[in-house]
C-alpha cells in the first residue's frame, strides 16, 4: 500500500465514506431526469474485470428493481457507448423488435428514446449515463447533448469517488494487510470522543515512539 | 555517380530525377462542389466502417462487399470473415448515411466490438491496420483509445494511412476528453452542426475538429430492419465519408492533404 493509499485508507476508515456518495448518484440521476423531463435515469458502472455494465443508480421506471442488474460489454447502445466513448441519442428504438424483447427481458421497460453518454476520467470509462424517454415535444439539440454531457462530467467525478472509496474499502476489510489495521485504528480513535480519546491518542502516540525508537 | 547517390540522406531527392519534375499541375483553379464530386456515385471507393458490424441486408445499406471481424484472444488479434452482421446497431447507421450519399461505393464492415473482440485498444488497432492495408481509400472511425501507449502506435498506423492514401475520418468527443486518433493532425476529425442537410458541412478554423457536418435528428438504419431518428458526432462523421468517397471516385488518387483542401473549399461556410 502506497502513501497516498494509506492516508486515503485512513481518510475513508474515519469518515465511512461509501455510502456517502450513493446520494450523491441518486441526485444526480434524478436532476438528469428532470432537467430532460424524462420517464427515467440510470448510471451503470463499468465492470473492469468482466466488461460488464452495472446498473449503479436509478430513478423513475426500474428504480426497485435495476440497481446490480449487469449487462455485456460491447453489445447495445450502453455497450458501444462505453466503447467508443461518444454520445448517442436514439429515438422510436423500440421498432427494433429484438432491442425491444431484450430490454423487456432484462429490466422490464421498454424504453422509447435513449440518451447514452460515457461517464470518463483521465484514460478511464467508469460508465454510462443514461436518460430515458425524455418528451418528444422538440427535435433534440446541440445544445442539449452539451447539457447531457456537461452533466456527465460531474457524475463521472462522483463515480470515481465512489470507485476509490470502494477500493479503499476493499483494503481496509482484506484482512491480513497490518497498514489496513492502522487505518481501522485511526478510524476507530475518530469515532471516541472526550477522555476516552484523548487517552487513545496518548497511546497511539506511545506506540509510535516505541516502533520509530 | 552512384557515390554521390550512396551518399544522399535516405529520404533526399536528386534534381534530375523523374520524380523532381513533370508533375501534373490540376490547381490552382475554383473548386467548386460540381467540381468536387458533380456526377459522382462514390463507384469504386472502398469505405472500411470499422465498428460495431454492419447489417448488410438493410434496405439502406444495399450491401457490403466485404465483412470481416478482429478477433483478439491472449492478446493477440487475427482478422476473421464474420457473419454475425451488427452487434449494436451503430455501424449500420454509419453504413447506411454512408450509402445515401455514396451509392454506388463498396462498404466493407470491419467488426472491433462484441462476441470474440471485447472492444479495446488492440482489436481497434488492429482493424484500423487491416483497413488500412486492404487500401480502403476511406474508413470511418468513431471509436478511439485514450491510452497513451496505444496513443503511439495508433499514431503510426494515422500517418501510414495518410501516407498510403487511406483517409481515417474520425468522430470527435465533445467532452474534454483526450483521446486517439481524432485529435491526430492526420485524419479528419468531425462533430456535429444542427443542421438537416446531409451535403451541409462547415470548415472549422479551430482544429481539432476540423468539420461540422449533420449529426442532429438524422434517420438512420437500425437493427432489426428499422429506420430510427438519433444523434452523434458519429453520424456527422458518417456524412463526410460519404462526401470523401465522392470526391475520390471522381478524382482518384488525390491524397488525404488535397482531400482536406476540397472539403475546405466546398464548406458551406466559405465565402462564394
Same mark, same amino acid.
Given at each position: ?213 | ?131 488500412? =492495408? ?8 468513431? #471509436?478511439? @483509445?485514450?491510452? &497513451? !501507449? /496505444? +496513443? ?96 475520390? =471516385? ?8 488535397? #482531400?482536406? @483542401?476540397?472539403? &475546405? !473549399? /466546398? +464548406? ?5
Amino acid at each position: 500500500m502506497s502513501t497516498d493509499e494509506l492516508r486515503a485508507a485512513v481518510a475513508a476508515g474515519a469518515l465511512a465514506a461509501r455510502e456517502g456518495h450513493r446520494p450523491l448518484l441518486q441526485a444526480i440521476v434524478e436532476v438528469a431526469r428532470a432537467i430532460f423531463g424524462a420517464r427515467a435515469s440510470s448510471i451503470m458502472l463499468l465492470d473492469e474485470a468482466t466488461g460488464e455494465l452495472v446498473f449503479e443508480a436509478v430513478t423513475g421506471e426500474g428504480e426497485d428493481t435495476l440497481i446490480g442488474r449487469r449487462i455485456p460489454g460491447g453489445t447495445g447502445i450502453a455497450g458501444w457507448v462505453a466503447e467508443s466513448r461518444q454520445t448517442l441519442v436514439v429515438e422510436d428504438v423500440t421498432r427494433d423488435p429484438r432491442f425491444a424483447a431484450e430490454e423487456a427481458r432484462r429490466t422490464g421497460y421498454v424504453p422509447r428514446g435513449l440518451m447514452a453518454v460515457p461517464l470518463v476520467r483521465g484514460e478511464a470509462v467508469l460508465g454510462v449515463l443514461n436518460v430515458l424517454d425524455r418528451p418528444e415535444r422538440r427535435r433534440f439539440s446541440v445544445a442539449e447533448m452539451e447539457l447531457l454531457e456537461l452533466f456527465a462530467t460531474q457524475a463521472a467525478v462522483a463515480l470515481d469517488l465512489l470507485l476509490h472509496a470502494r477500493r479503499i474499502d476493499a483494503l481496509l476489510t482484506g484482512g491480513d494487510d497490518h497498514l489496513a489495521a492502522v487505518a481501522r485504528l485511526a478510524g476507530a480513535l475518530d469515532g471516541l470522543e472526550g477522555e476516552r480519546r484523548a487517552a487513545g491518542a496518548r497511546l497511539l502516540l506511545e506506540i509510535e515512539s516505541v516502533l520509530a525508537g | 555517380m552512384t557515390d554521390l547517390d550512396d551518399e544522399l540522406p535516405a529520404w533526399s531527392l536528386r534534381r534530375d530525377d523523374p520524380r523532381a519534375g513533370g508533375l501534373p499541375r490540376t490547381w490552382p483553379h475554383r473548386i467548386d462542389r460540381d467540381w468536387a464530386w458533380g456526377g459522382s456515385d462514390g463507384a469504386q471507393v472502398r469505405v472500411a466502417i470499422v465498428d460495431s458490424g454492419v447489417d448488410g441486408a438493410h434496405e439502406l445499406v444495399g450491401g457490403v462487399t466485404r465483412a470481416v471481424a478482429v478477433e483478439v484472444a491472449d492478446g493477440e488479434a487475427r482478422v476473421v470473415e464474420d457473419s454475425v452482421g451488427d452487434v449494436a446497431g451503430h455501424g449500420t447507421a454509419c453504413a447506411g448515411i454512408v450509402r445515401s450519399m455514396a451509392p454506388a461505393c463498396e462498404l466493407w464492415s470491419v467488426r472491433v466490438l462484441g462476441p470474440g473482440s471485447r472492444g479495446g485498444a488492440t482489436a481497434l488497432l488492429a482493424g484500423l491496420r487491416w483497413a488500412v =492495408a486492404q487500401r480502403c481509400e476511406v474508413v470511418n472511425l468513431s #471509436l478511439s @483509445t485514450p491510452r &497513451r !501507449e /496505444t +496513443a503511439a502506435l495508433l499514431h503510426e498506423i494515422a500517418d501510414e494511412a495518410y501516407f498510403a492514401g487511406s483517409i481515417i475520418v474520425a468522430a470527435a468527443h465533445n467532452l474534454d476528453v483526450r483521446s486517439y486518433p481524432w485529435r491526430f493532425a492526420s485524419v479528419i476529425s468531425v462533430a456535429s452542426h444542427d443542421g438537416a442537410d446531409p451535403f451541409e458541412f462547415l470548415y472549422n478554423p479551430q482544429p481539432p475538429v476540423e468539420i461540422l457536418a449533420r449529426g442532429v435528428d438524422v434517420e438512420i438504419a437500425w437493427l432489426g430492419g428499422v429506420r430510427i431518428i438519433a444523434a452523434g458526432n458519429s453520424f456527422a462523421a458518417a456524412c463526410v465519408s460519404g462526401v470523401c468517397a465522392l470526391i475520390l =471516385a471522381k478524382h482518384p488518387g488525390l491524397t488525404p492533404f488535397q #482531400l482536406k @483542401t476540397v472539403l &475546405r !473549399e /466546398t +464548406a458551406t461556410n466559405m465565402e462564394v
